[in-house]
């Protein structure tokens, strides 16, 4: 999952943008690349080489942010309710499971399969009931 032909420099503002608006610190987004603040702060304006562990997080957080986006239809305060409120389906509260790039890619394919409707029945990012066939759908209507 690189950024191949994508200038590092813009995958550095992506994710800029997408740990701040997931709410989280200079601190952990750093600590999440494995580097100290003074690093992340010298890269801002340059980034890192595509094929880098840390051009690999980057990417692999900023696809999350963009699933969490656009299963929230935008709304801040539905993806920051998400990352922060206990998920039973998880058995954790999300935003604690993205601190590495294996917790980043577990809560990516748990929303992508929330996305296409693979999951059994749950609450999506928006508080809806959703079942895995029409019947049961019926029934969490009634």
Same mark, same amino acid.
């Given at each position: 999952?690189?950024?191949?032909?994508?200038?590092?420099?813009?995958?550095?503002?992506?994710? @800029?943008?997408?740990?701040e608006s997931m709410g989280m610190t200079r601190l952990e987004a750093a600590n999440l =690349?494995?580097?100290? &603040?003074?690093?992340?702060?010298?890269? %801002? #304006? @340059?980034?890192?080489? &595509?094929?880098?562990? &840390?051009?690999?997080?980057?990417?692999?957080?900023?696809?999350? #942010?963009? %699933?969490?986006?656009?299963?929230?239809?935008?709304?801040?305060?539905?993806?920051?309710?998400? =990352?922060?409120?206990?998920?039973?389906?998880?058995?954790? @509260?999300?935003?604690?499971?993205?601190?590495?790039?294996?917790?980043? =890619? #577990? =809560?990516?394919? #748990? %929303? &992508?399969?929330?996305?296409?409707?693979?999951?059994?029945?749950? @609450?999506?990012?928006?508080?809806?009931?959703?079942?895995?066939?029409?019947?049961?759908?019926?029934?969490?209507?009634?």
């Open positions: 999952m690189h950024a191949m032909g994508t200038s590092p420099a813009v995958v550095m503002k992506a994710y @800029v943008m997408a740990y =690349l494995g580097i100290s &603040e003074v690093a992340l702060d010298q890269s %801002l #304006y @340059v980034g890192f080489k &595509e094929t880098s562990q &840390e051009c690999e997080v980057q990417v692999a957080l900023i696809r999350l #942010y963009h %699933l969490l986006f656009a299963l929230s239809d935008g709304d801040s305060r539905l993806i920051s309710e998400w =990352l922060n409120r206990f998920n039973f389906h998880l058995n954790a @509260v999300p935003v604690t499971v993205c601190h590495n790039l294996a917790g980043i =890619l #577990y =809560l990516t394919d #748990y %929303l &992508e399969d929330m996305r296409a409707g693979d999951a059994m029945p749950f @609450v999506d990012i928006k508080g809806h009931i959703h079942a895995t066939n029409d019947t049961e759908e019926e029934q969490y209507h009634r």
